[in-house]
């Protein structure tokens, strides 16, 4: 089967940085996928995991290990459009997390 | 038109009525999906086709019907729907089936009265 678990919510600060986690248990992997989505906006792409480490791509990064079966998203420098919901997906069988919701406040 | 286009954008039906809902996708790909969001619960995959051949099927009741007559489109036929069944439809395509980023379209708000 398939478990993904992020947590629901969290709050940051503007010019901060957060780190949103995802954990995955999965009977198949091929990477692991991030997306953003704002309220009432279809999700957009943020980053595609397939080995161990982290990339970065401007302000944003994203950590994977496959034998802890782990992921998080860095946000550096956070800003009040970055609040929206995270989302981390599992490739092979396209199974999302809940989501976590971001509150960037002042 | 660029990106993934969805219509209608909002749609409400009664659960005996019959209704359709289309994506098109202007972007040469190979893969189009269908999703489920529904509020608190995580997006779901439906339906995955690849060069028009259906590829995934998650145990999705039979009132929701996928067809995809070529790459470029993307339909799912809804008839006798529950008042469960209201959720924002996502339409998205990629490139590569499953392992490659996805483009989403705005999604179709549905109804089920």
């Known amino acids: 089967g398939q478990n993904i678990d992020q947590p629901t919510e969290m709050t940051a600060t503007e010019g901060a940085i957060v780190q949103i986690n995802c954990t995955y248990q999965?009977?198949?992997?091929?990477?692991l996928f991030w997306y953003q989505q704002h309220a009432g906006e279809a999700p957009t792409f943020l980053s595609y995991?397939?080995?161990?480490g982290l990339e970065e791509k401007g302000r944003f990064s994203s950590f994977l290990s496959r034998s802890k079966g782990y992921s998080y998203l860095l946000l550096k420098e956070l800003q009040m459009k970055d609040s929206a919901s995270y989302l981390c997906?599992?490739?092979?069988?396209?199974?999302f997390g809940g989501g976590t919701r971001l509150m960037v406040k002042p | 038109e660029t990106g993934v286009t969805q219509t209608p954008r909002h749609l409400v039906m009664g659960m005996t009525n019959k209704k359709s809902l289309k994506c098109e996708q202007h972007?040469?790909?190979?893969?189009m999906y269908w999703y489920k969001q529904s509020a608190k619960k995580p997006l779901e995959l439906m339906f995955v086709?690849?060069?028009?051949?259906?590829?995934e099927n998650n145990s999705v009741p039979s009132r929701f019907s996928p067809e995809c007559p070529n790459s470029s489109h993307l339909f799912l036929h809804l008839h006798t729907l529950q008042p469960e069944d209201s959720a924002l439809y996502l339409c998205?395509?990629?490139?590569?089936?499953?392992?490659?980023?996805?483009?989403f379209g705005p999604g179709t708000r549905l109804t089920v009265l």
């Open positions: 998205a395509s990629s490139q590569l089936t499953g392992v490659d980023e996805q483009f």
């Open positions: 999965t009977s198949g992997f091929n990477g």
């Open positions: 995991n397939v080995l161990d």
């Open positions: 997906a599992v490739s092979n069988m396209l199974t």
């Open positions: 972007l040469g790909h190979n893969a």
């Open positions: 086709y690849s060069l028009e051949e259906r590829v």
